[in-house]
């Protein structure tokens, strides 16, 4: 078998001198790669000049919808995935990490793209922010696609995984890729892109694959371009010092591998939940993946007087992990990805025995089942044990990327604390402890150091997903030794490729790059109530000013008996005089109702339902007497996906302004409603949607009047 690249939309076979791929297994050949003779520069070009602009003409919500079809399709071919990844030395649980894990990120993300970013092909960040005294200079935060490639480089320990957790961000943000995965397990990369490409989900352009050698790529870079890389820390500063790196500032996000600890709180004794937890946990980190994680347990913090209790505990639960052939039931733990790697944690073994004393494992005669021990990549579990651990630092100087963890004692919190910051920067902490008095002290104490910490306990063990999980929702990277860089986190993740620039200008001009109604800016007036319309015939920034209701003693004693709350400043006169409000105050949530009533069309329409409120605040209080008027405008729209067994609709958001008969604003919110569309996503071409683009269904827009708002109009934003 000769793996091929991905290059300029062609597979293409290497040249020159190939590469032997190993079964980490049995040490049979698998076949060979190279990348020799691919023209990097094209492939930067192409991507920059075919995929890029493919990417970029689609909203976040077609790139979402995208990337969830990507996943479906990957799940369909899961098994064929299994049977590769067992050559890497995976077992079952080592297959749902890698290959699961990195399908559930596209998942992930997919869903975050159409809940969290507009059905816009860029993102705006962060509120209004008003510039001068009367409202007419505003400012906000619009954040583009990079116009460039993101160069996706990954270690060798999650081959799908790692690329996976990539792609969603960069793909989502609309910026093509260039992945290029590490060589030794290649094999299953080349075998899940080969499924991507075939699936023709995703824009030409937009993903290119390099298995080899990454060549001269780095040099052909722009200040449009961002690399991602993933792996050792010396590799990692050879990357960044590439001249081409440094001449343009291309962005760059380095993880690499780091000093992981794990701590055993003063209260978790023997026969506690917590102490069961933890020696489960340091036990699992130790052989999943047989240690090859960047977030795998590498130190372990015990209080001095359980020392002994830990070593046996973990002794006893590492002495029943069955290594050998991941395909043999039973097996719990594989092989190292290959034989170099086998050489590269021996040797670091070595230096860490120089500080420490073998508890447990470590030696030469260790039992392998259903393979030879010698042809494969298999490597003993090692326990170490440091009993000096401020004296004898190797422990925090030294990683052996693989089945060994060195346990150190400590006296007091304050000495734990010391020790992980020792690390010099990690990927993940995690702490077992039932006292939250502890683990506030040990979060504060080394979150600077740490870009996860994980406080563990018997409240969340049945959810947590565990010490050495990466999840798509928090950010992943950490401080110093561990790369000094982010990945994931939900929306941060997509932002890395994408840039922020300020806009400034009049509310109206604003709103019109962003599509996002603010207060100041122009309105929109119609004869007919929006909540008489379609998704397809509403426009952003359309208007409706309500009639008047005058607040009376009665609705506020009713209000009061209708929904329970007596608080005194509503129904106790003397209370109220006494109060900061001076009279009996109207409640916040009956001037939200009075509002609804006042704003609502109460027919049935194309308005299905509320869906929500946000942005809630009461800025002036409502007496007695007072009369309420509500400002309705719609702010934002988005179309929610289509469904079987649902009719075709969207979400608007509305911008709701309550006033008194002096003008004065007294409740400001959005409220969101379901909306329906008359035709489904992939309906008749679009209407105008009030922002000079096409976004609606064909239906004639509404003749309309513009009106601007006076200079001093207030730009709060919700």
Same mark, same amino acid.
């Given at each position: 078998m000769r793996l091929r690249n991905y290059a300029c939309g062609q597979w293409v076979e290497g040249s020159g001198n190939f590469t032997t791929l190993y079964n980490a297994v049995t040490g049979e050949p698998l076949g060979e790669t190279s990348s020799q003779g691919l023209d990097f520069a094209a492939m930067a070009t192409y991507a920059r000049e075919v995929g890029g602009p493919a990417l970029r003409r689609l909203t976040f919500h077609q790139r979402a919808r995208m990337l969830k079809a990507l996943a479906l399709y990957l799940t369909e071919r899961k098994e064929q995935f299994y049977r590769i990844s067992s050559w890497t030395g995976a077992t079952k649980t080592d297959h749902w990490i890698d290959i699961d894990g990195g399908i559930g990120t596209l998942f992930a993300y997919a869903s975050r793209g159409r809940r969290e970013f507009p059905d816009e092909p860029f993102f705006v960040d962060g509120p209004v922010e008003t510039l001068s005294k009367n409202g007419g200079f505003v400012g906000r935060h619009l954040c583009v696609p990079l116009e460039g490639v993101a160069v996706q480089i990954n270690a060798f320990n999650f081959p799908v995984w790692g690329m996976l957790e990539k792609l969603s961000t960069s793909l989502l943000a609309g910026v093509p890729a260039i992945v290029k995965p590490a060589t030794v397990t290649s094999y299953l990369t080349e075998a899940v892109f080969r499924a991507m490409v075939e699936s023709r989900i995703l824009p030409e352009g937009s993903i290119q694959l390099i298995v080899g050698g990454a060549g001269d790529l780095l040099d052909h870079l722009t200040c449009q371009d961002a690399v991602a890389f993933t792996g050792s820390a010396w590799t990692g500063q050879l990357l960044k010092k590439t001249p081409a790196m440094l001449e343009h500032n291309v962005r760059y996000n380095q993880e690499a591998d780091s000093l992981n600890f794990s701590m055993l709180g003063p209260d978790a004794t023997p026969g506690s939940e917590e102490f069961d937890l933890f020696v %489960?946990? +340091?036990? =699992? $980190?130790?052989? +999943? %993946? @047989?240690? /090859? %994680?960047?977030?795998?347990? =590498?130190r372990t913090f015990v209080p001095r007087t359980l020392a002994d209790d830990v070593v046996k505990a973990l002794s006893k639960r590492l002495g029943g992990v069955t290594v050998g052939d991941p395909t043999n039931e039973g097996v719990r733990m594989g092989p190292l990805a290959g034989r170099s790697q086998v050489k $590269? +944690?021996?040797k670091a073994l070595d230096a860490l025995k120089a500080g420490a004393e073998i508890a447990f494992g470590g030696g030469d005669a260790f039992e392998v089942v259903g393979a030879n021990r010698d042809a494969g990549a298999f490597f003993p579990i090692t326990l170490l044990y440091n009993d000096r651990p401020f004296d004898r630092t190797q422990a925090h100087d030294v990683e052996a990327f693989g089945p060994v963890n060195t346990v150190m004692p400590y006296d007091t919190v304050d000495e734990a604390i010391a020790l992980a910051k020792l690390g010099r920067g990690s990927l993940v902490g995690s702490l077992f402890t039932a006292d939250d008095r502890v683990a506030r002290d040990v979060a504060l104490g080394t979150a600077a150091y740490h870009g996860r910490l994980m406080l563990a306990n018997r409240h969340s063990a049945k959810e947590s997903t565990g010490h050495g999980s990466p999840l798509p929702h928090l950010v992943h990277g950490g401080p110093g030794r561990a790369g000094g860089g982010e990945e994931m986190g939900g929306v941060r993740g997509v932002l890395h490729y994408m840039q922020r620039t300020a806009i400034q200008g009049s509310p109206t001009t604003v709103a019109a790059v962003t599509r996002e109604w603010t207060r100041g800016a122009a309105e929109r007036k119609d004869r007919v109530h929006p909540f008489r319309k379609h998704f397809e015939e509403l426009e952003v920034g359309e208007s409706w000013t309500t009639h008047r209701r005058t607040v009376t003693e009665a609705d506020i004693t009713n209000f009061a008996g209708i929904s329970g709350d007596y608080f005194y400043a509503h129904v106790d006169d003397i209370a109220a005089r006494e109060s900061i409000f001076e009279r009996r105050v109207a409640h916040g949530y009956f001037v939200v109702s009075a509002a609804a009533g006042l704003f609502v069309d109460p027919a049935p329409g194309p308005v299905l339902a509320n869906y929500g409120l946000e942005g809630l605040r009461f800025v002036k209080p409502v007496y007695a007497g007072d009369t309420l008027q509500v400002r309705l405008t719609c702010k934002s729209k988005a179309a929610k996906d289509d469904r079987e067994d649902q009719i075709p609709q969207g979400v608007v958001a509305w911008d709701v302004e309550v006033s008194n008969q002096d003008g004065e604003a007294v409740a400001l919110y959005t409220v969101l409603t379901l909306v329906k569309r008359l035709y489904p996503l &992939?309906? !008749? !071409?679009?209407?105008? *949607?009030? @922002?000079?683009? /096409?976004?609606? &269904?064909? +239906?004639?827009?509404?003749? #309309?009047? #513009?009106?601007? /708002?006076?200079? *001093? @109009? !207030? @730009?709060r934003m919700t």
């Amino acid at each position: 078998m000769r793996l091929r690249n991905y290059a300029c939309g062609q597979w293409v076979e290497g040249s020159g001198n190939f590469t032997t791929l190993y079964n980490a297994v049995t040490g049979e050949p698998l076949g060979e790669t190279s990348s020799q003779g691919l023209d990097f520069a094209a492939m930067a070009t192409y991507a920059r000049e075919v995929g890029g602009p493919a990417l970029r003409r689609l909203t976040f919500h077609q790139r979402a919808r995208m990337l969830k079809a990507l996943a479906l399709y990957l799940t369909e071919r899961k098994e064929q995935f299994y049977r590769i990844s067992s050559w890497t030395g995976a077992t079952k649980t080592d297959h749902w990490i890698d290959i699961d894990g990195g399908i559930g990120t596209l998942f992930a993300y997919a869903s975050r793209g159409r809940r969290e970013f507009p059905d816009e092909p860029f993102f705006v960040d962060g509120p209004v922010e008003t510039l001068s005294k009367n409202g007419g200079f505003v400012g906000r935060h619009l954040c583009v696609p990079l116009e460039g490639v993101a160069v996706q480089i990954n270690a060798f320990n999650f081959p799908v995984w790692g690329m996976l957790e990539k792609l969603s961000t960069s793909l989502l943000a609309g910026v093509p890729a260039i992945v290029k995965p590490a060589t030794v397990t290649s094999y299953l990369t080349e075998a899940v892109f080969r499924a991507m490409v075939e699936s023709r989900i995703l824009p030409e352009g937009s993903i290119q694959l390099i298995v080899g050698g990454a060549g001269d790529l780095l040099d052909h870079l722009t200040c449009q371009d961002a690399v991602a890389f993933t792996g050792s820390a010396w590799t990692g500063q050879l990357l960044k010092k590439t001249p081409a790196m440094l001449e343009h500032n291309v962005r760059y996000n380095q993880e690499a591998d780091s000093l992981n600890f794990s701590m055993l709180g003063p209260d978790a004794t023997p026969g506690s939940e917590e102490f069961d937890l933890f020696v %489960k946990e +340091v036990a =699992r $980190e130790m052989t +999943v %993946k @047989a240690g /090859q %994680k960047c977030t795998a347990i =590498r130190r372990t913090f015990v209080p001095r007087t359980l020392a002994d209790d830990v070593v046996k505990a973990l002794s006893k639960r590492l002495g029943g992990v069955t290594v050998g052939d991941p395909t043999n039931e039973g097996v719990r733990m594989g092989p190292l990805a290959g034989r170099s790697q086998v050489k $590269e +944690v021996g040797k670091a073994l070595d230096a860490l025995k120089a500080g420490a004393e073998i508890a447990f494992g470590g030696g030469d005669a260790f039992e392998v089942v259903g393979a030879n021990r010698d042809a494969g990549a298999f490597f003993p579990i090692t326990l170490l044990y440091n009993d000096r651990p401020f004296d004898r630092t190797q422990a925090h100087d030294v990683e052996a990327f693989g089945p060994v963890n060195t346990v150190m004692p400590y006296d007091t919190v304050d000495e734990a604390i010391a020790l992980a910051k020792l690390g010099r920067g990690s990927l993940v902490g995690s702490l077992f402890t039932a006292d939250d008095r502890v683990a506030r002290d040990v979060a504060l104490g080394t979150a600077a150091y740490h870009g996860r910490l994980m406080l563990a306990n018997r409240h969340s063990a049945k959810e947590s997903t565990g010490h050495g999980s990466p999840l798509p929702h928090l950010v992943h990277g950490g401080p110093g030794r561990a790369g000094g860089g982010e990945e994931m986190g939900g929306v941060r993740g997509v932002l890395h490729y994408m840039q922020r620039t300020a806009i400034q200008g009049s509310p109206t001009t604003v709103a019109a790059v962003t599509r996002e109604w603010t207060r100041g800016a122009a309105e929109r007036k119609d004869r007919v109530h929006p909540f008489r319309k379609h998704f397809e015939e509403l426009e952003v920034g359309e208007s409706w000013t309500t009639h008047r209701r005058t607040v009376t003693e009665a609705d506020i004693t009713n209000f009061a008996g209708i929904s329970g709350d007596y608080f005194y400043a509503h129904v106790d006169d003397i209370a109220a005089r006494e109060s900061i409000f001076e009279r009996r105050v109207a409640h916040g949530y009956f001037v939200v109702s009075a509002a609804a009533g006042l704003f609502v069309d109460p027919a049935p329409g194309p308005v299905l339902a509320n869906y929500g409120l946000e942005g809630l605040r009461f800025v002036k209080p409502v007496y007695a007497g007072d009369t309420l008027q509500v400002r309705l405008t719609c702010k934002s729209k988005a179309a929610k996906d289509d469904r079987e067994d649902q009719i075709p609709q969207g979400v608007v958001a509305w911008d709701v302004e309550v006033s008194n008969q002096d003008g004065e604003a007294v409740a400001l919110y959005t409220v969101l409603t379901l909306v329906k569309r008359l035709y489904p996503l &992939d309906g !008749p !071409p679009a209407a105008s *949607n009030g @922002a000079g683009e /096409q976004a609606g &269904d064909g +239906v004639a827009a509404p003749a #309309v009047t #513009v009106t601007e /708002q006076p200079g *001093n @109009a !207030p @730009a709060r934003m919700t």
